[in-house]
């Protein structure tokens, strides 16, 4: 199992920015695949965005790409997401997941670590 700490959520006017941060601690980070998944009030926890951790490769779900960019940094054993031109939509808790697998990663049966969550709230 791995620690999982999210930082960076908070109030933004549509349009805007936020880098999501997400520190782990525990088992080796970098034998972890890591996720962004968000959950809506009355929503289902909703796939954002992954990155494996074999080759770094890069998965999002279709309602970020070219907004959103998740990277990892494995010397400071932290995985980010970076969220530009910010939805009302995109309002959500979003939570950092951890996975020892390196393929599948896009669903949350993958992951067995989770974070507690950070809210990201964007005003129109």
């Known amino acids: 199992q791995v620690q999982l700490v999210e930082s960076g959520g908070g109030l933004v006017q549509a349009g805007g920015s936020l880098r999501l941060s997400c520190a782990a601690s525990?088992?080796?980070?970098?034998?972890?695949?890591m996720a962004w998944f968000r959950q809506a009030p009355g929503k289902e926890r909703e796939f954002v965005a992954a990155?494996?951790?074999?080759?770094?490769?890069?998965y999002y779900a279709d309602f970020v790409k070219e907004r959103f960019t998740i990277s990892r940094n494995n010397a400071e054993n932290s995985v980010y997401l970076q969220m530009n031109s910010l939805k009302p939509e995109d309002t959500a808790v979003y939570f950092c997941?951890?996975?020892?697998?390196?393929?599948?990663?896009?669903?949350?049966?993958?992951?067995?670590?989770w974070g507690q969550g950070t809210q990201v709230t964007v005003s129109s």
């Open positions: 990155i494996n951790w074999s080759r770094g490769l890069t």
């Open positions: 997941a951890a996975s020892e697998m390196r393929w599948g990663i896009t669903t949350k049966s993958a992951f067995g670590s």
């Open positions: 525990g088992r080796t980070f970098s034998s972890y695949s």
